[in-house]
């Protein structure tokens, strides 16, 4: 059922800004601006800076989780000291008494432990959801704010991966940062127990495990690198599968599905071949710790049996330093495997703030577009009134497109290629990553410099730079055949903001003759349409499109060959219902189809770009130009 809404009524995080940013609020997690000095911004100098933003972010939960991680590890160094006092002055002195206080005083730590432990998951799992949640969130209102910009920062797949992959990451890394906070606090309490009963085995503890821990960094290097390679390429193997899908139909066509195919597969055994790199590197970091862990173990139980032969310890006190050595290989493989998280975190938040400190190249101005302003593009010299139904007409098809691209202030499509990174390696591929980021920086400050000068179209005489960008997309939309459908309901695809009637929604779905959408659903408003409208014809899905952009209503819209793929019979209905739905409104179609050039109030010819010719259809087809692009638009029609 359609509903209202309200876009003034405050959302629930909005209703007390103070509160918002003071770590009194954790799920579902706050999202605010990305720019510097904005609430909520992320910290994005540099990759160790963003995680600990991200953990500060949290609020409480991550110092409760480290708190929680160090109930649950310290009972763990305690029970082995309450065990040597049991044998030695319970068991050895025969004393029932002391035996049993000492084992109840033993089962109540080892129950505050199992509590804390419980604790401790239980925050870790919170912890988890909100880092994901989060930066999906982020990465979702990240590529809202860039737009048509997104592909022109970060390719689709790099996008796809920081939501699905470096999310989950990210949780991994925090819980495994409180983790080893818990462990070192936990560690040195074991040395503060080992110092008041052996100042030798302590002093070897604390001077051992730096130097096993050093031992271990010679490799870490090329974990990262491996875990940088392997990333990398997933995300590359991501844009190629989204490329696939989204092109599946055409590929079919044309017959390319085997080249597709064979491009899919090279870059999975790729990614294959870097998962097995970064598999060796991970299991010597872990048979290093094991190995350090089992050496510390067996000196200090050495040590100890020595001591005790010597009259230096008690048996209690040797039983109390081999739960410390046992206990201790917890602690040791808590660092090296944080080691590993805290490397894999930093590759993810690098990818991360890549995409996060993207910036929209506007300025941000304060003047607002009229109601109905007058538009002009000065490089082609189309001007467009309001309420006019304007056709444009040219004989290349690029010359409207990029029009209608200016009239939306949009960038035009990125020329020039990055390199490759296939089957290059060592010394070759790291230029190939420095040159492909070279390329990704210079188109940054082209857009940047096309941005900060006049756009070169007026509204009402003044130039598009002098505008809000918020304000000119509220009255110029732009509908192309690149637009695309999500997963969701019909409701969903005709109206995604929620924010119309259903008549307003069923006019703009009879105006696109999409009826037969609807009636060929099961459910028909609820009925599901798959991601980028898979199930439904090119025409059904273009007709959806059009609908969308009519239910939209703005006072400026702008159509890129709307009927490209639909019938003769159904573009003729949609001339018609088109120019009386959109009356009063200013509407701009780029099209060579005479069922619409019919109903248009004036059409205006376009040669090499520029306006040569302007009036009603009948008036134009005395122009030659004119005739020869309507005819070849017929002959594409027949065809």
Known sequence: MFRPVDASTPRPHDRDPS??????????????????????????????????????????VVPTMTLAALSWLVPGSVTPWLLGRAIDAGILSRDLAATLGWVALL????????AGGILFHTLAVRMWVIAIHGTQRRVGRKAADLGHLLGRRVPTGEA?????????????????????????????????????TSPTLGLVVLVATPLLLAASLPVMRPLTAAQT???????????????????????RGI??????????????????????????????????????????????????????????????????????????????????????????????????????AADVPWAHRGRQVAERPVLRDESSGVEVHPGQFLAVVSADPEASAALADRLGRYLPPLTGEEPELDDLKGRKLRLAR????????????????????????????????????ASLRERVVVS?????????????????????????????????????????????????????????????????????????????????????????????RIAERLVEHRRGRTTVVTTASPL???????????VEGREVARGTHVELQAHPDYRRVIARGMEDDDE
């Open 107 to 114: 089962l109540g730590v080892i129950a505050f432990g199992v």
């Open 434 to 469: 420095k040159e492909r980021a070279r390329v990704r920086a210079e188109r940054a400050r082209a857009d940047a410099e096309r941005a900060a000068q006049l756009w070169g179209v007026t509204a009402d005489g003044i130039d598009y730079a002098e505008y809000d960008l």
């Open 229 to 251: 390679a392997e990333r990398t390429e997933s995300s590359n193997l991501t844009s190629l599968a989204t490329d696939i899908v989204a092109g599946l139909r055409i590929l």
């Open 160 to 196: 796809l991966s920081i939501s699905n992959s470096d999310s989950d990451q990210f949780g991994a890394t925090i819980e495994a940062f409180g983790h080893v906070m818990a462990s070192a606090l936990s560690f040195l309490f074991v040395c503060v127990l080992m110092f008041s």
């Open 480 to 572: 192309d055949t690149g637009a695309s459908l999500f997963a969701g309901t019909l409701q969903d695809a005709v109206d995604p903001w929620g924010a119309h009637t259903r008549e307003e929604a069923e006019r703009a779905l009879r105006t696109a003759s999409a009826e037969d959408v609807y009636d060929g659903l099961p459910g028909g408003w609820q009925g599901r349409i798959d991601e980028k409208g898979r199930g439904l014809s090119g025409g059904q899905r273009q007709r959806i499109v059009l609908a969308r952009a009519l239910v939209r209503d703005p006072e400026v819209l702008v159509l890129v060959e709307p009927t490209s793929a639909v019938d003769a019979h159904t573009e003729s």
């Open 19 to 60: 509160l918002r940013w003071e770590g009194r609020h954790d799920f579902p997690p706050l999202v605010g601006g990305f720019r510097a000095g904005e609430p909520g911004a992320p910290d994005v100098r540099s990759p160790s800076r963003f995680l600990f933003w991200l953990m500060r972010s949290m609020g409480w």
């Open 255 to 356: 017959g390319g599905e085997q080249t597709f195919a064979h491009n899919y597969e090279r870059q999975s055994q790729k990614v294959r071949r870097l998962g097995i790199t970064l598999g060796t590197w991970q299991g010597v970091v872990e048979a290093i710790s094991v190995l350090l862990s089992g050496i510390l173990l067996v000196v200090l139980v050495y040590l100890g049996a020595q001591q005790m032969l010597a009259g230096e310890l008690t048996v209690g006190e040797l039983i109390s330093f081999f739960g410390y050595a046992v206990f201790l290989v917890t602690p040791m493989r808590t660092f090296f495997d944080s080691a590993q998280r805290w490397v894999q975190g930093l590759v993810a938040a690098r990818k991360t703030i890549a995409l996060f």
């Open 596 to 606: 619409l050039l019919h109903r248009a109030d004036v059409v205006a010819l376009l």
